[in-house]
């Protein structure tokens, strides 16, 4: 099993650049292999915001490229997203997720906010 826990969410302001840590932990973490951030706007479905693989290649949607990054920490387990120039639309809850040996965990999601 891995449990991961997010944190960081929030109302922010257009404009700011919150940073979601994602914190993974459990027996099977060792099986870890690429780590994801989702999120899920109301009425929509959930969506890739960003991947990093365990090489540290990352690929991220289009709508976010250029202004979040994501990065991991294989000794800590964590993977983090960085959130800059935040727009309205930006506004959902994120998940974080990784892929184990035999399937995808995911985490609870925390809400992001972001006001104009």
């Known amino acids: 099993q891995v449990q991961l826990v997010e944190s960081g969410g929030g109302l922010v302001q257009a404009g700011g650049s919150p940073r979601l840590p994602c914190a993974a932990s459990g027996r099977n973490i060792s099986g870890i292999k690429d780590m994801y951030w989702h999120r899920q706007a109301p009425g929509k479905q959930r969506e890739l915001v960003a991947r990093?693989?365990?090489?540290?290649?990352?690929m991220y949607a289009d709508s976010v490229k250029g202004r979040f990054t994501i990065s991991r920490d294989l000794a800590k387990n964590t993977v983090d997203l960085q959130m800059n120039s935040l727009k309205p639309e930006d506004t959902a809850v994120y998940y974080c997720?990784?892929?184990?040996?035999?399937?995808?965990?995911w985490g609870q999601g925390t809400q992001v906010t972001v006001s104009s």
């Open positions: 990093i693989t365990s090489g540290g290649t990352t």
């Open positions: 997720a990784v892929d184990g040996l035999t399937r995808t965990y």
